[in-house]
């Protein structure tokens, strides 16, 4: 039986965060095995923000680096740069006319984007979802592993598709989000009701894949608890609850699990514990990354051989819905 297809990619806008791993690549190094899996570092994404070019380049190969580090085998993964394969940027130009105004102003990332930053609300900050349904489309995915921030993407992804196999007849798979169960939404360490984002302006209120033990346990040290003091899972705790995923995450524990640890301790000691947990998942991830980075030939060689598999997928769909709406094969 031919294996289930799964996408995902993360933007390269800045330096992977904590929430980047346990909402996203965490959970793909896990499908790995069992699914075939698309994994895409989506450069044409980050591009709503403006990058300087310098960084731009280095932050792509870093994610690149990142997602060999936390474990993806690019012998059994398609691992590879969005803008290295086309068909994503031409079928978002017709899936965009199949997609209606009003249903992107409903999105919340635009929304949340667009006040975050007022001063740069491009057309593709707009048309975003378009080509992350057309990313997911052409690989006829069957599955999204995302963070819960995503689900409304993968939602109109569905819609979308769906219009177009009704409008012209059967041509995408109709994809499922795959959300884990703890650690969808990591949060802010500083405001523990937002979203750890990597672009955030407040370096303490995240936690870098790649910052030193030392950085961990200061910023940590650092995080907005509250003043009820006992280490229990509620709704009026959202530090405290935040950092009962991160730990439950790194231990591989329930939350009630950690609750049942911990409730009679201080945050102090929590929190030393939380920093210790994290530090030492991402010490070999952290190892192994400082090796890729010195070996630039190997990261080209995965990108390149991902980009040309990836390219055959992509070209398939795209050349049949071309052919669907009534395009001329050249
Ligand atoms: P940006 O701040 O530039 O929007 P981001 O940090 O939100 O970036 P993305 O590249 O948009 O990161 O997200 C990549 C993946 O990581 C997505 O699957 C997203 O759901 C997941 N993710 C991002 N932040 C978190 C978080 N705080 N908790 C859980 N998952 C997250
Ligand atoms: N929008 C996603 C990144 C992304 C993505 C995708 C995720 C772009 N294309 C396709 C899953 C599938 C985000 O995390 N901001």
């Given at each position: 039986?031919?294996?289930?297809?799964i996408?995902?990619?993360?933007?390269?806008?800045?330096?992977?965060?904590?929430?980047?791993?346990?909402?996203?690549?965490?959970?793909?190094?896990?499908?790995?095995?069992?699914?075939?899996?698309?994994y895409?570092?989506?450069?044409?994404?980050?591009?709503?923000?403006?990058?300087v070019?310098?960084?731009?380049?280095?932050?792509t190969?870093?994610?690149?680096?990142?997602?060999?580090?936390?474990g993806?085998?690019?012998?059994?993964?398609?691992l590879?740069?969005?803008?290295?394969?086309?068909?994503?940027?031409?079928?978002?130009?017709?899936?965009?006319t199949?997609?209606?105004?009003?249903?992107?102003?409903?999105?919340?990332q635009f929304?949340?984007?667009?006040?975050?930053?007022?001063?740069?609300?491009?057309?593709?900050?707009?048309?975003?979802?378009?080509?992350?349904?057309?990313?997911?489309?052409?690989?006829?995915?069957?599955?999204?592993?995302?963070?819960?921030?995503?689900?409304?993407?993968v939602?109109?992804?569905?819609?979308?598709?769906?219009?177009?196999?009704?409008?012209?007849?059967?041509?995408?798979?109709?994809?499922?989000?795959?959300?884990?169960?703890?650690?969808a939404?990591?949060?802010?360490?500083q405001?523990?009701?937002?979203?750890?984002?990597?672009?955030?302006?407040?370096?303490?209120?995240?936690?870098?894949?790649?910052?030193p033990?030392?950085?961990?346990?200061?910023?940590?040290?650092r995080?907005?608890?509250?003043?009820?003091?006992?280490?229990?899972?509620?709704?009026?705790?959202?530090?405290?609850?935040n950092?009962?995923?991160?730990?439950?995450?790194?231990?591989?524990?329930?939350?009630?699990?950690?609750v049942?640890?911990?409730?009679?301790?201080?945050?102090?000691?929590?929190?030393?514990?939380?920093?210790?947990?994290?530090?030492e998942v991402?010490?070999?991830?952290?190892?192994r990354?400082?090796?890729?980075m010195n070996n630039?030939a190997?990261?080209?060689?995965?990108?390149?051989?991902?980009?040309?598999?990836?390219?055959?997928?992509?070209?398939?769909?795209?050349?049949?819905m071309?052919?669907?709406?009534?395009?001329?094969?050249?």
């Open positions: 039986m031919e294996k289930k297809v996408f995902s990619g993360i933007q390269p806008s800045g330096k992977l965060t904590l929430g980047n791993y346990i909402g996203a690549v965490a959970n793909w190094v896990k499908l790995q095995d069992e699914y075939d899996c698309y895409c570092v989506v450069d044409l994404h980050a591009m709503t923000q403006y990058q070019p310098k960084d731009l380049r280095r932050q190969l870093e994610a690149m680096a990142v997602y060999l580090a936390c993806l085998d690019p012998e059994k993964n398609t590879f740069i969005q803008s290295h394969v086309p068909a994503h940027a031409e079928a978002a130009w017709l899936m965009s199949m997609t209606y105004f009003g249903e992107l102003s409903r999105m919340t929304k949340d984007k667009s006040s975050r930053q007022s001063e740069n609300i491009n057309a593709g900050l707009f048309t975003y979802p378009v080509l992350m349904a057309c990313d997911i489309l052409l690989y006829q995915a069957d599955l999204v592993p995302v963070g819960s921030d995503q689900k409304q993407h939602e109109i992804t569905r819609d979308i598709a769906e219009r177009f196999n009704n409008r012209y007849s059967e041509t995408f798979k109709i994809p499922e989000v795959y959300i884990p169960k703890v650690g939404r990591i949060m802010s360490l405001e523990p009701t937002k979203k750890m984002s990597k672009s955030d302006e407040n370096e303490n209120a995240i936690i870098y894949l790649l910052d033990p030392e950085v961990i346990k200061k910023k940590f040290k995080a907005v608890t509250d003043s009820i003091g006992k280490v229990q899972l509620s709704d009026d705790q959202p530090g405290i609850k950092l009962i995923s991160i730990y439950s995450v790194c231990r591989n524990m329930t939350p009630e699990e950690v049942e640890k911990y409730k009679n301790e201080g945050y102090g000691v929590f929190k030393d514990a939380v920093a210790d947990a994290v530090i991402l010490k070999p991830v952290q190892d990354f400082h090796e890729l630039k190997y990261l080209e060689e995965v990108y390149k051989a991902g980009a040309e598999k990836a390219e055959r997928t992509a070209r398939k769909t795209l050349r049949k071309y052919k669907k709406v009534g395009f001329i094969p050249r």
